[in-house]
C-alpha cells in the first residue's frame, strides 16, 4: 500500500479521510456497505498512471469521523462534502466520480445535482438514490432483499454485526472473496481491521438512518434531489448480472434517471465486481474513462 498516500479533509468539522496516487485528471471512488477505501485498491493501481485517483472513507466509516448526528450522514451533506473534497484538491475542474452500492447511489444523487461539476459517473452495482427509494415504495420483491436496511438498525441483528469487533460481518461479508487467487491474506486482513474501528458498523448503518425511511414512511419529499431528477452527465453502470441486492429490473427504467448512459453487464458476478473480476472492471473503467 506504499503508492497510496493517507490524507484528512475537513467539512464542516468532521474529518473524512482519504487515500491518494497518481497525478493528472481528478478521480474519486465512493465505497458501499460494508466498506471502505480499500474496496477500490485494484481500481486505484490500473488507473494511478493516468489520472489522481482518490478514495474516500465516508463518515463513520474506517478512519473516518463517526458523528452521532445523522446530519453528516444525509444526502445533500454527503454530496456537498464530496464536492468540497474535489474543490480542495482540484479547483474548479470538474472530475469523475466512481461508486459502488452506496457509493453508487449517491453518485449517481451528486451527478443529478451538480452536472456542472463533473465529466463522466459510474455506477457499479447500484441504482440512483431516488430510484431506489421508488422501488423501496412500490417493488415487493426490492422490499424484499432490502430488509436488511431496517432490521440491522437494532435488537438481535444489530447486535450480531457489532460484537467482537464486527468479526462475524467481516467472515460473511468476506468469505465470497476468499476464493479468488487475486484476494490475499493480506486483503482480508485490511479489510477486517476497517470493520472493527471503533464505531464503525453503527457509523455504516447511520447512512441508512439517514436516508432511508419505513418503506411506508416514503413520501414525496423522502427524495433527493427529487423524486424525478435525472443527469444528462455520461453515465456507465457496471452490472454485476448475479447480484442479489438490487432488482435488476431497475435497469430498465435506469434511462429515465440517466439520459447519456451506457450499461456494462458481466455474466456471473455478484453484488462487488471491482473485488471479484478486478480486471475486467478495470478495462471498462479505463475505456470510459478517457481523457
Same mark, same amino acid.
Given at each position: 500500500?506504499?503508492?497510496?498516500?493517507?490524507?484528512?479533509?475537513?467539512?464542516?468539522?468532521?474529518?473524512?479521510?482519504?487515500?491518494?496516487?497518481?497525478?493528472?485528471?481528478?478521480?474519486?471512488?465512493?465505497?458501499?456497505?460494508?466498506?471502505?477505501?480499500?474496496?477500490?485498491?485494484?481500481?486505484?493501481?490500473?488507473?494511478?498512471?493516468?489520472?489522481?485517483?482518490?478514495?474516500?472513507?465516508?463518515?463513520?466509516?474506517?478512519?473516518?469521523? @463517526?458523528? !452521532?448526528?445523522?446530519?453528516? /450522514?444525509?444526502?445533500?451533506?454527503?454530496?456537498?462534502?464530496?464536492? *468540497? $473534497? &474535489?474543490?480542495?484538491?482540484?479547483?474548479?475542474?470538474?472530475?469523475?466520480?466512481?461508486?459502488?452500492?452506496?457509493?453508487?447511489?449517491?453518485?449517481?444523487?451528486?451527478?443529478?445535482?451538480?452536472?456542472?461539476?463533473?465529466?463522466?459517473?459510474?455506477?457499479?452495482?447500484?441504482?440512483?438514490?431516488?430510484?431506489?427509494?421508488?422501488?423501496?415504495?412500490?417493488?415487493?420483491?426490492?422490499?424484499?432483499?432490502?430488509?436488511?436496511?431496517?432490521?440491522?438498525?437494532?435488537?438481535?441483528?444489530?447486535?450480531?454485526?457489532?460484537?467482537?469487533?464486527?468479526?462475524?460481518?467481516?467472515?460473511?461479508?468476506?468469505? @465470497?472473496? !476468499?476464493?479468488?487467487?487475486? /484476494?490475499?491474506?493480506?486483503?482480508?486482513?485490511?479489510?477486517?481491521? *476497517? $470493520? &472493527?474501528?471503533?464505531?464503525?458498523?453503527?457509523?455504516?448503518?447511520?447512512?441508512?438512518?439517514?436516508?432511508?425511511?419505513?418503506?411506508?414512511?416514503?413520501?414525496?419529499?423522502?427524495?433527493?434531489?427529487?423524486?424525478?431528477?435525472?443527469?444528462?452527465?455520461?453515465?456507465?453502470?457496471?452490472?454485476?448480472?448475479?447480484?442479489?441486492?438490487?432488482?435488476?429490473?431497475?435497469?430498465?427504467?435506469?434511462?429515465?434517471?440517466?439520459?447519456?448512459?451506457?450499461?456494462?453487464?458481466?455474466?456471473?458476478?455478484?453484488?462487488?465486481?471491482?473485488?471479484?473480476?478486478?480486471?475486467?472492471?478495470?478495462?471498462?473503467?479505463?475505456?470510459?474513462?478517457?481523457?
Amino acid at each position: 500500500m506504499s503508492k497510496f498516500k493517507s490524507n484528512v479533509f475537513t467539512h464542516e468539522g468532521v474529518n473524512l479521510h482519504y487515500v491518494e496516487a497518481g497525478q493528472g485528471p481528478l478521480v474519486i471512488f465512493y465505497h458501499g456497505f460494508p466498506s471502505f477505501w480499500y474496496s477500490f485498491h485494484h481500481q486505484m493501481t490500473a488507473l494511478l498512471d493516468r489520472f489522481h485517483v482518490v478514495a474516500l472513507d465516508g463518515p463513520g466509516i474506517n478512519l473516518s469521523d @463517526k458523528p !452521532r448526528d445523522l446530519g453528516p /450522514y444525509q444526502l445533500p451533506n454527503l454530496v456537498a462534502q464530496i464536492n *468540497g $473534497l &474535489a474543490s480542495h484538491l482540484a479547483g474548479h475542474e470538474r472530475f469523475r466520480l466512481v461508486g459502488h452500492d452506496w457509493g453508487g447511489a449517491l453518485s449517481w444523487a451528486f451527478a443529478q445535482a451538480h452536472p456542472d461539476r463533473l465529466h463522466q459517473v459510474v455506477s457499479i452495482n447500484a441504482p440512483p438514490a431516488n430510484q431506489l427509494l421508488h422501488l423501496l415504495a412500490t417493488d415487493s420483491e426490492q422490499r424484499q432483499r432490502s430488509r436488511y436496511m431496517w432490521s440491522m438498525r437494532a435488537g438481535k441483528t444489530h447486535q450480531w454485526m457489532i460484537e467482537d469487533g464486527a468479526r462475524n460481518l467481516w467472515q460473511q461479508a468476506y468469505a @465470497k472473496f !476468499r476464493q479468488f487467487k487475486h /484476494y490475499t491474506d493480506e486483503d482480508d486482513e485490511i479489510f477486517r481491521q *476497517g $470493520l &472493527a474501528q471503533p464505531g464503525a458498523i453503527d457509523g455504516g448503518i447511520n447512512w441508512y438512518r439517514a436516508n432511508i425511511p419505513q418503506a411506508e414512511a416514503i413520501r414525496s419529499d423522502s427524495y433527493w434531489p427529487s423524486k424525478t431528477a435525472k443527469t444528462s452527465v455520461p453515465a456507465m453502470l457496471i452490472w454485476g448480472e448475479a447480484d442479489d441486492t438490487f432488482v435488476p429490473s431497475f435497469i430498465d427504467d435506469l434511462p429515465a434517471y440517466a439520459t447519456d448512459l451506457s450499461i456494462r453487464r458481466l455474466e456471473g458476478v455478484g453484488h462487488t465486481p471491482m473485488l471479484e473480476r478486478p480486471d475486467q472492471v478495470n478495462a471498462l473503467l479505463l475505456e470510459f474513462l478517457k481523457v
